[in-house]
């Protein structure tokens, strides 16, 4: 029900966009949001946001991501700028409805050079 794209390989300080786009219908009461995931360590929250609140992030990635919601198109992105390597990860969206969780199938991020 979620579909991921964006992900590949930049090097430190470059910029890549994931987007997911949601087959179901999203209501504006819905969390929709970015996990990432490297091995041996547990999936932590990237950014998330809501509807008329202000967008959480990670302390690791403010001031370097956003996560802009387009809720007609039913789609999240996660805005990456100034990219490190340790942002290398699996990226995965995931939207939060009802207290229920959605996962899509993830996207790899490499950062290296």
């Known amino acids: 029900q979620l579909q991921a794209s964006g992900g590949g390989l930049v090097q430190p300080g470059g910029s890549l966009r994931l987007s997911c786009v949601a087959s179901?219908?999203?209501?504006?009461?819905?969390?929709m949001g970015w996990y990432r995931q490297v091995p041996g360590k547990q999936r932590e929250l990237v950014a998330r946001?809501?509807?008329?609140?202000?967008?959480i992030y990670a302390d690791s990635v403010k001031e370097r991501f956003t996560v802009p919601r387009d809720n007609v198109e039913n789609t999240v992105y996660l805005q990456m700028n100034s990219l490190k390597p340790e942002d290398t990860a699996i990226y995965y969206c995931?939207?939060?409805?009802?207290?229920?969780?959605?996962w899509g199938q993830g996207t790899l991020v490499t950062v290296s050079s």
């Open positions: 946001i809501v509807s008329g609140d202000s967008p």
């Open positions: 995931n939207v939060k409805s009802f207290n229920r969780n959605y």
């Open positions: 179901r219908f999203i209501f504006r009461g819905d969390y």
